[in-house]
């Protein structure tokens, strides 16, 4: 059981390039979302999905693109990446989007923006 | 003062010591409470959910003190292998949904041999 995935796991990007993180779980969860996680930060919530075809905004959206065309993947699109983007990123997912629900994770994308 | 406030550490103890750490957070309405594990350039996973009325999962026990607001994590006979940083994480409000969680900045632990 893979759980979930994330590619790549590392990426070297300048600025104004653009690129998608990819992201896909075979547990047939229906939430799906996006968190970056920076030095004296917490973890924070940049897009959401609670199943295919439906997303929103999280607390840090902008610069960021998703979409969720299948259950299954949640690809995270930069648009024009800034230094401001340099971070590790954390795909993750669960049954619903219900308090209680344990949330899985990738195992991270480490993104630097040059 | 921070939505949730977490001690960094590192909390550097001996293996087989007790090792508590406590996590506050500010909204009183708060409704759920979790600890996260997250290893060195790892992952965060679901160490244990808090209830109101304490748990405990073999060495690792969870309470939660509404009236001071703050929830805590006991780590009995420490392993290496608890060797990690925890990170408190919180529901804020009354919504039932994950998208408001609130994460702490986690505190490091080494358990050294």
């Known amino acids: 059981n893979a759980g979930v995935t994330q590619t790549p796991k590392f990426q070297v990007l300048k600025t104004g390039q653009s690129m998608t993180l990819q992201c896909a779980q075979d547990?047939?969860?229906?939430?799906m979302s996006w968190y970056r996680q920076d030095p004296g930060m917490g973890l924070r919530l940049i897009h959401y999905?609670?199943?295919?075809?439906?997303?929103d905004q999280g607390e840090v959206p902008n610069g960021y693109n998703v979409s969720r065309s299948t259950t299954e993947d949640f690809p995270l699109r930069l648009l024009s990446a800034a230094p401001s983007q340099t971070s590790v990123y954390f795909c993750?997912?669960?049954?619903?989007?219900?308090?209680?629900?344990?949330?899985?994770f990738g195992s991270g994308t480490q993104l630097s923006v040059l | 003062r921070k939505e949730v406030e977490q001690d960094p550490g590192p909390f550097n103890v001996p293996e087989g010591a007790t090792v508590a750490f406590n996590c506050t957070y500010s909204n009183s309405a708060s409704q759920s409470f979790f600890w996260y594990r997250q290893d060195c350039r790892k992952e965060p996973k679901l160490l244990m959910s808090?209830?109101?009325?304490?748990n405990e999962d073999g060495r690792f026990t969870a309470q939660l003190n509404r009236a001071s607001q703050y929830i805590s994590l006991l780590i009995r006979d420490s392993k290496l292998s608890d060797s990690a940083t925890y990170l408190c994480?919180?529901?804020?409000?009354?919504?039932?949904?994950?998208?408001?969680?609130?994460w702490g900045l986690g505190t490091s632990l080494a358990v050294n041999p």
């Open positions: 808090v209830y109101s009325s304490g």
């Open positions: 993750a997912s669960s049954y619903r989007g219900s308090t209680n629900e344990k949330l899985f």
């Open positions: 547990m047939n969860h229906e939430y």
């Open positions: 994480v919180v529901n804020p409000s009354n919504a039932g949904n994950n998208r408001k969680l609130i």
């Open positions: 999905s609670v199943g295919a075809g439906i997303t």
